[in-house]
T-cell receptor
C-alpha cells in the first residue's frame, strides 16, 4: 500500500520557538493532505486541509497564523507550529488519500509527531 | 466536530474471544472506514464499506453497515493479544475529508 512518511517522530522545543513537521507521500501524488491533532486517549481532530499549490483550509477555531501549512509539491506538506507554547504540546498526525488508483479512498497516515513544548 | 460516536469507549477481553465495536453517525455518507491505532503511532486502515453495502469481511474482521440506523459495527473474531489497540470509525461524506469517531480502546489479555 501507499506510504506516508512523517518527520520528526518526536520533538522537544523551548517555549517561543517554532517547529516544522514534514509529511511526505512516498509513492503517490497527494494533491490534498490532512493535518490532525490528537490529545491523549482522544480521537483525531482535523486542523486543516492542505492543498497543493493553494492556501490551506483551516477548521473553525484553528489559528492559521499559529499553524502554518505549506504544500509546495505533490509529495510534501509541512506544518509549522509558530511561537510554540506548552499548550501546543500534542500528537500531530498527517494523512493523504491516493485518488489516483481508480477508486481507492482509504487514507494513509504518517507515523505521527509527538511535540513537547517546555 | 466529530460525527461518529463509538461504543464501548473501552473493551477488555480474553484472547480467543470476539470483540465487537459499534459506531454511530449523523449524516449521509459515501462510505465508512475503520482504522486501528497502536499507542503513539499513526492510523492503519483496516476496512472500507460503501454506503450501498451491508456487510464486508476481511480475514478476522467483519464490518456491518446499517444506513437506516446510521450505524456500523466492527467484529474481530478469535482475538489475539496483538489486536490490542484503539479502533476508530471514520465517515466519508464528501470524498475528501474523513471525520473520525471517538474510538474504542481494545485490550486483549493473553
Amino acid at each position: 500500500g501507499a506510504v506516508v512518511s512523517q518527520h520528526p517522530s518526536r520533538v522537544i522545543c523551548k517555549s517561543g520557538t517554532s517547529v516544522k513537521i514534514e509529511c511526505r507521500s512516498l509513492d503517490f501524488q497527494a494533491t490534498t493532505m490532512f493535518w490532525y491533532r490528537q490529545f491523549p486517549k482522544q480521537s483525531l481532530m482535523l486542523m486543516a486541509t492542505s492543498n497543493e499549490g493553494s492556501k490551506a483550509t483551516y477548521e473553525q477555531g484553528v489559528e492559521k497564523d499559529k499553524f502554518l501549512i505549506n504544500h509546495a509539491s505533490l509529495t510534501l506538506s509541512t506544518l509549522t507550529v509558530t511561537s510554540a507554547h506548552p499548550e501546543d504540546s500534542s500528537f500531530y498526525i498527517c494523512s493523504a488519500r491516493d485518488f489516483g488508483t481508480g477508486g481507492s479512498t482509504e487514507a494513509f497516515f504518517g507515523q505521527g509527531t509527538r511535540l513537547t513544548v517546555v | 466536530s466529530q460525527q461518529g460516536e463509538e461504543d464501548p469507549q473501552a473493551l477488555s477481553i480474553q484472547e480467543g474471544e470476539n470483540a465487537t465495536m459499534n459506531c454511530s453517525y449523523k449524516t449521509s455518507i459515501n462510505n465508512l472506514q475503520w482504522y486501528r491505532q497502536n499507542s503513539g503511532r499513526g492510523l492503519v486502515h483496516l476496512i472500507l464499506i460503501r454506503s450501498n453495502e451491508r456487510e464486508k469481511h476481511s480475514g478476522r474482521l467483519r464490518v456491518t453497515l446499517d444506513t437506516s440506523k446510521k450505524s456500523s459495527s466492527l467484529l474481530i473474531t478469535a482475538s489475539r493479544a496483538a489486536d490490542t489497540a484503539s479502533y476508530f470509525c471514520a465517515t466519508d461524506t464528501s470524498g475528501s475529508r474523513l471525520t473520525f469517531g471517538e474510538g474504542t480502546q481494545l485490550t486483549v489479555n493473553p
